[in-house]
């Protein structure tokens, strides 16, 4: 029996749009700045009657902030990260559930535990091991007192210095940020769900481990690599801290760094219309991201019977 409650669902509705009006509001504020000349945007308070001035400010935007090749950065930057956590997630799951080996159990909570470690406490270790892939190769060398010994041998002093440097490179946007707990986490919760008839009956068939993975956990896995899909590449679009630090070249910037070109400085006129601009074409890729996949999004979310 399904109770009418026409007075709660009312409150309901008025404190959802309520909700999508709070959250909606700077969106709807930046595309009106966006479409304003820099006289009506400096005006106080601002008016909130969309302009005709759109496509001129979005093409500044686009020219000023070098928005082409930032945006393709981040596109690859986003992608690359999206595919990597994925596939380490699910082979590092796969790992833990269907392999029987010592300290397996170890292994997951160590992983489970970086969770509880912020971006900031790992970001030098982190990019001392961009600035110098062998670093750790060379701190060995000194510390063991290896160049020593190599000069005995070879009857000369032997010194050794590897340098190999991640920064401001494709590899060095996206290798660092692969690692993810939370969809190991997510893989290895799903992977118990999946009845170990399955395996046995695949075991049974002769098919290998991989065989096993490739053909009946990946099939399964759809709707929720899916909704990660989603979710990691938002994430990987939206990093500011790392690509901050490890890009110098111009032509490397992310779109997301890049929007600090656009906004006024001090000694500079108000051009907040083209910031706006800028900052909705910088919005719209994770935009069209999540409404194309939003029905897989919420299935993956939501579905439990496999």
């Not at 959250?23 to 400096?42: H, K, N, Q, R």
Request: glycine share 6%.
């Amino acid at each position: 029996m399904v109770e009418k409650t026409p007075i709660l669902d009312a409150l309901t509705y008025i404190f959802l749009m309520l909700g999508i009006l709070i959250v909606g509001f700077p969106i709807i504020y930046a595309l009106i700045a966006a479409t304003l000349p820099i006289e009506e945007v400096s005006r106080v308070p601002m008016p909130m009657i969309p302009g005709d001035q759109f496509m001129v400010n979005i093409q500044a935007a686009w020219e000023k902030g070098n928005l082409g090749t930032q945006l393709v950065n981040s596109f690859i930057m986003a992608s690359g990260i999206t595919i990597g956590k994925i596939c380490v997630s699910m082979l590092g799951a796969f790992s833990i559930v269907y392999f029987d080996y010592r300290l397996r159990t170890v292994a997951f909570v160590t992983v489970f535990c970086t969770l509880m470690l912020p971006v900031e406490v790992r970001i030098l270790p982190t990019y001392e091991m961009a600035a110098n892939l062998f670093g750790p190769l060379n701190l060995m060398w000194e510390k063991l007192g290896l160049g020593a010994v190599a000069g005995w041998i070879a009857g000369h002093d032997v010194e050794i210095n590897l340098d190999f440097s991640l920064l401001d490179s494709y590899t060095g946007l996206i290798l660092p940020l692969v690692a993810s707990a939370t969809c190991t986490f997510l893989f290895r919760q799903f992977f118990l769900t999946v009845p170990e008839e399955l395996c046995e009956a695949a075991k049974m068939d002769g098919a290998s481990a991989m065989t096993f993975f490739r053909k009946i956990l990946f099939p399964l896995s759809k709707t929720n690599i899916a909704a990660l899909v989603v979710i990691e590449f938002v994430y990987g679009w939206n990093q500011y801290l790392w690509p901050l630090l490890i890009t110098t070249d111009p032509d490397m910037m992310t779109a997301v760094i890049g929007l600090q070109n656009l906004i006024p400085q001090a000694d500079d006129l108000p051009y907040w219309n083209v910031a706006m601009a800028g900052s909705l074409l910088v919005m719209l890729p994770p935009i069209l991201v999540v409404l194309f996949m939003q029905r897989w999004f919420v299935k993956g979310l939501v579905e439990r019977e496999k």
